[in-house]
Structures are given as structure tokens and as C-alpha cells.
């Protein structure tokens, strides 16, 4: 059976690669682990990619197949294994880079294309320069960061010496400060293939992910071309502009924008598949599996199953539900306010708590999108209150 090198696991993804008949071989970073009797070795960072490639060749892997990975820090590593092990899909690392830091992505953008205003920063840089620079309200975050860790909104010296704290520091290119955009997020999930956009579907988040790190309920669906026809528009232009201008492979991507009543401004864009409950999402709505269509691509094929632009007959949404800080609720207690298309909430109060606090997780549609964005803030208050 051929073997993919897989850097990160998530459940979904490992489906997929069972029902393309693959042998999954995962790189993951301590402690996580992959499921009981599938191979795995751990590395420290999967940032690393030297660890990364020593892990895969300890391994001692046949019959490569293919390296693909679930998350953002394993991009670099994922194109320097194709690179080593002439591997089909991209193996071109400088490009890569391009996908992974925020200032040389958003300095390599075409000029036209909007933005935050961005730079490096070090521990030595004053505040009152950024200010000066950048504007009075401004965002730190890690050059090479994924899913708004270590993300702060700065309004004062004093947040930003706080903002500071979590990094090590020494480094001239591992931080960056960047303009505040005041304006609600949309995201484009979809498929580059030749130089183009194949496909792709814009969603909306209920709150930004930054404030879901900070304890708020992250939660999205998908949006309704006959609702919103020019901020459809203006997406799809964006990202032609953006992975044109950026050189993208060909990949599936994640392109977040803030929805400004000047038009849209790009926020940042990675090659590789979306996160949270994104994929299942738009399978439901559109019936395009980009777990399957990622598979294709590291193998060297050709994307199969792309669906011709249609309406979907539902529009599908998202919650990564809490554990609530007030009470207690239970599955049941969901199910009884409101009606799922899908949810997992755990019996026991002790079960583990995922990304973006999540403890638990629902899909919800319905045939008209306004509405299914009433249920999915309906869901969420509930949540927050615990019932």
C-alpha cells in the first residue's frame, strides 16, 4: 500500500486517506500522537524542517506516495521533503516562505492589492515608532504564526510591552506589527490548479478568531452569492490577484479579508487546507471534499470533483461549542433548544479542550442564509450562558 508522509493529524484527513487506499505516516509535534497502530514519530517543532526530514528518514518509510500537511507550521517542511525525496506537488521552498510570513507576503502582494501596512519588529523597536508608523491601534503577531496565538490588539505602550512578553526574543524576523483593520472578517476556502481559480466559497466568521483564542465561540457559515453578488466579486478578483501576484502552487487555500465599506482589504492567505469544521462545511453545502482534492495534489493528479458554480439547495454553518464558564449543559440540552445537523458534545466535564476552546462541535443549515446566521448567534448565546 502506498505510504503519504503527513505532516500533523486531524481525524477527517485520515479518513480520507483510508478511502484512497493510503498508508498514512505522521509527523507530529510533542505530545500530540496519531491513532493506536498507525505509524508516527514526534518532533519538537515541525517548523524545524531538518527534524522533520531526520524523523522521516529514521521512519524508514517505502513506497512513498506523497507528503501533504494539516497545518499551517508545516508548510516549509512539507515543500522541503518533496524538494529531497522528488516528490510530485510543490517543492519549491522560497515560494513557500511567501504563504508563511506575513510581511513578505503582504510586501510581494501586486501594488494595487489593499492592505495592512506591515513590518518586523524587535523587542528593541519603540512603541512610539509603530505608532507614528502604523497608527495608534496596531496587531502583533508572529511573523510565522497559525490560528492567532500569541496575536494581541496594542493601543498603548503598555500593551505593547505585555503583547511582547510571549516571545524569546533575539530575532530580527520573528515578530511583526501590523496597521489595525476595524471591519468584520469573510474568508475564501478553495482550489488554485494551473495559474487560476478553479473553485471557491466565501464564509463569514461570527466573531474574529483572535477574539475565540481570547474566549469568545468561533463560529462561521457559509455566505449566499445572491445576497452579497459584489463582495463575491471583489473576493474572487482578490485572490486572482493575490495567488497570482504571490506565485501560488497548486494547492487548496484559506484567503482571509476584512469587508470594508471602501471594498475588500486582503488580511493574509495560506496554501493548505482550511481549518476548523471549514471542510466539512462546504462538502455539505457545495458537495466538493478538499480533503480529497488536497490528496490529489500531493500525489501529482489532477483535482477531481470540482463542482461546476451552482446554488446550493442549504447554506451550512459552524460552532466550536465551550464548556460553559456559568452551569452545565449536556447534549441533550442542546438538542432540545435546537435542531443540528451534526453534533458532538462530550458526556464528561473532564474531556479535553481543543483549539479555539473547543469542547464540542455542531453543524447547523438551513435554505436561507440569513437565517441560518440567527440559529448559528442563537447557538452561541446558549452556550455562552450554559443554557
Not at 193 to 222: C, E, F, Y
Request: charged share 25%.
Amino acid at each position: 500500500m502506498p505510504t503519504m508522509i503527513v505532516i500533523g493529524y486531524r481525524d477527517d484527513l485520515h479518513q480520507a486517506l483510508e478511502r484512497r487506499g493510503l498508508d498514512p505516516c505522521y509527523i507530529v509535534q510533542a505530545p500530540a500522537s496519531a491513532p493506536e497502530g498507525r505509524r508516527f514519530k514526534r518532533v519538537t517543532d515541525m517548523e524545524n524542517a531538518q527534524e522533520v526530514m531526520r524523523a522521516v528518514l529514521s521512519a524508514q518509510v517505502d513506497d512513498v506516495a506523497g507528503v501533504l500537511t494539516v497545518h499551517e507550521m508545516g508548510v516549509f517542511a512539507a515543500t522541503y521533503l518533496r524538494q529531497q525525496l522528488s516528490l510530485p506537488g510543490n517543492a519549491d521552498s522560497k515560494a513557500a516562505l511567501y504563504f508563511r510570513d506575513k510581511h513578505l507576503q503582504k510586501s510581494a502582494l501586486p501594488p494595487h492589492v489593499t492592505r495592512a501596512r506591515c513590518r518586523y519588529v524587535s523587542k528593541e523597536t519603540p512603541f512610539a515608532e509603530l505608532a507614528e508608523e502604523l497608527g495608534s491601534v496596531l496587531v502583533v503577531k508572529p511573523a510565522i504564526g497559525a490560528g492567532s496565538q500569541r496575536t494581541s490588539i496594542v493601543r498603548s505602550a503598555e500593551e505593547y510591552a505585555r503583547a511582547l512578553e510571549p516571545f524569546p526574543g533575539g530575532s530580527d524576523v520573528e515578530i511583526v506589527a501590523e496597521s489595525f483593520v476595524d471591519a468584520p472578517e469573510v474568508y475564501l476556502d478553495g482550489v488554485w490548479h494551473d495559474g487560476r481559480l478553479r473553485w471557491s466559497s466565501m464564509s463569514s466568521n461570527h466573531i474574529a478568531p483572535l477574539s475565540a483564542v481570547q474566549g469568545g465561540i468561533l463560529s462561521a457559515h457559509v455566505l449566499d452569492r445572491r445576497l452579497h453578488p459584489e463582495l463575491f466579486r471583489q473576493a474572487e478578483a482578490l485572490a486572482e490577484d493575490a495567488l497570482g501576484g504571490l506565485g501560488a502552487p497548486d494547492c487548496v487555500f484559506h484567503l482571509e479579508a476584512f469587508a470594508r465599506e471602501a471594498g475588500l482589504t486582503f488580511g493574509e492567505c495560506a496554501v493548505r487546507l482550511p481549518g476548523a469544521l471549514s471542510p466539512q462545511v462546504n462538502q455539505l453545502t457545495f458537495g466538493i471534499d478538499l480533503f480529497d482534492v488536497e490528496i490529489s495534489l500531493a500525489l501529482g493528479e489532477e483535482p477531481a470533483g470540482i463542482p461546476d458554480p451552482h446554488v446550493p439547495e442549504r447554506f451550512y454553518g459552524y460552532i466550536l461549542l465551550r464548556r460553559p464558564e456559568n452551569g452545565s449543559l449536556t447534549q441533550q440540552d442542546f438538542e432540545r433548544q435546537f435542531s443540528f445537523d451534526e453534533i458532538a458534545y462530550p458526556l464528561s466535564p473532564d474531556s479535553s479542550i481543543g483549539p479555539y476552546g473547543r469542547f464540542g462541535q455542531a453543524i447547523v443549515s438551513d435554505p436561507d442564509e440569513l437565517k441560518l446566521q440567527k440559529t448559528i448567534d442563537e447557538i452561541v448565546r446558549f452556550n455562552e450562558v450554559g443554557g
